[in-house]
């Protein structure tokens, strides 16, 4: 980037006309992909966008460039302000768009997301840490499969209204797949804002720990005591994001929480909030609009408390609703604001051996795959476990199971919820395949009653 991003931002902006938001996004990133104990891909991204969004009378538009030159710059907002104008014309009645966010009245509080070491993404620690899960790969009789990914995601934002906010964030995720000869698998990940906390051997030893050699059981359709780790939590939490606390559908009668705020919605011990500061989330300062981010309860002692917004499902929401500061786009995402610091707070169980101790015969889950929704008012899911699935026989672990097809709701599992441990860590399923955006959830393990088996695996 040949200029500091607000800088750039500012720049550009200056050659917008009437409501325009600038928003100048710098990445810079390293990811090394694995499989059978050896690196297939590496990618190292290097790249700055500039975007436009231009507003006409209620219609939006954007364009976007990577020339960072005055000409680039202008002809972008040349772009994105006649194909805005376009829409008015074409509409002939003022659209939905509210307008660009007024700025906040304080300054922008860093969100202290950023760690220097991870930011020079130095290669040495992605192929230290493969090394190391090759190593002792071999040594236990397994191959290594995943991904190793670090990057440093820097944001600016600049508008007609006055909003000027910059920050920078770095992320790191590794995750593990431990896969013998005959097929069986284990899976661990870790995810951090600092690259040094990836321990390639430290997962491949928890990954080992859960390929069991013997003969997995079928286990037949039915409704079981489950105990789901943390990584599993987390997949349902990130459902719940989109299908439960998205403030566009709430507004428009689609979310599973419409006519349920302030009614209990999951167990009394769940106690869920979008906390953008928890000390071991990817922390961040201001949305996609420049809007502050604060903590929001959305579940309190397992009553529904409150659903996010941006300022375009804060304008459809009406009264008094506004921007929490959940903005995923500039002008808000069409498919809505969602949370994207999910904190489930923990319990008291030691862990997952404690959580299975009561159960008599139930399941142990160690991750969820390939999940979908069925019906989004009911947030009921559809997936398969994976990569460590075994029986709970008289209040233990035991014998290994085939994967299961489950179909379930997120809410009704929090509302069947037992008990949690203590320690909640952060997971997240690292998306890279669009621009980065780094996010996951802080959630511990959970045992819940009545998870519902529709089937086994082949």
């Not at 969100?111 to 930011?119: I, V, Y």
């Not at 804002?193 to 720990?209: I, N, T």
């Not at 037992?418 to 045992?447: I, N, W």
């Amino acid at each position: 980037m040949s200029a500091p991003p607000l800088e750039l931002a500012e720049r550009a902006l200056e050659h917008g006309t009437g409501q325009t938001q600038v928003t100048v996004i710098g990445e810079r990133s390293l990811t090394s992909r694995f499989a059978r104990s050896r690196s297939t891909q590496v990618t190292a991204v290097d790249d700055t966008t500039v975007e436009f969004l231009c507003a006409t009378d209620g219609h939006t538009s954007t364009a976007t460039t990577n020339a960072l030159d005055d000409d680039s710059l202008r002809d972008a907002a040349r772009r994105a302000a006649a194909a805005a104008e376009a829409a008015a014309r074409t509409h002939g009645k003022p659209g939905g768009d509210p307008g660009l966010p007024v700025p906040a009245e304080t300054p922008v509080r860093p969100s202290d997301g950023h760690d220097p070491a991870t930011a020079e993404l130095g290669p040495a620690l992605a192929g230290s840490a493969l090394q190391a899960a090759f190593t002792l790969a071999e040594r236990r009789g397994l191959e290594a499969f995943g991904i190793w990914t670090a990057g440093e995601v820097s944001t600016a934002i600049a508008t007609s209204a006055g909003t000027s906010v910059h920050e920078a964030v770095t992320d790191a995720h590794m995750r593990v797949i431990a896969r013998d000869p005959g097929g069986r698998s284990g899976f661990a990940s870790h995810t951090s804002m600092r690259s040094a906390d990836l321990d390639g051997e430290s997962l491949l030893r928890r990954a080992a720990d859960r390929v069991d050699l013997r003969e997995p059981l079928t286990l037949p359709p039915g409704e079981y005591p489950v105990v789901l780790e943390a990584e599993a939590v987390g997949i349902l939490l990130d459902f719940l994001g989109a299908l439960a606390f998205n403030g566009l559908a709430h507004a428009q009668g689609r979310g599973a929480l419409v006519d349920r705020l302030g009614t209990s919605v999951a167990a009394p011990a769940v106690n869920l909030a979008d906390s953008p500061r928890y000390p071991s989330t990817l922390r961040r300062a201001f949305d996609a609009e420049g809007v502050p981010k604060r903590p929001l309860p959305l579940i309190q002692d397992g009553v529904a408390n409150a659903v996010v917004h941006d300022t375009r499902s804060a304008a459809a929401a009406g009264g008094e609703a506004r921007s929490t500061g959940h903005a995923l786009a500039a002008g808000g995402d069409p498919e809505g604001p969602v949370p994207t610091n999910l904190v489930l707070v923990g319990g008291g169980a030691a862990d997952e051996h404690e959580l299975a101790a009561p159960i008599e015969r139930g399941i142990y889950v160690t991750r969820l795959w390939y999940v979908n929704p069925v019906r989004e008012r009911e947030t009921l899911l559809t997936g398969t476990t994976r990569d460590g699935t075994f029986l709970i026989e008289d209040g233990r672990i035991s014998s290994p199971l085939r994967d299961l097809r489950f179909t379930d709701s997120a809410l009704r599992l929090l509302a069947a919820t037992e008990a949690l441990t203590a320690a909640p860590r952060l997971v997240s399923e690292a998306d890279l395949y669009y621009r980065r955006f780094a996010h996951g959830q802080v959630c511990p393990a959970l045992r819940a009653q009545g998870f519902r088996v529709t089937g086994a695996t082949v």
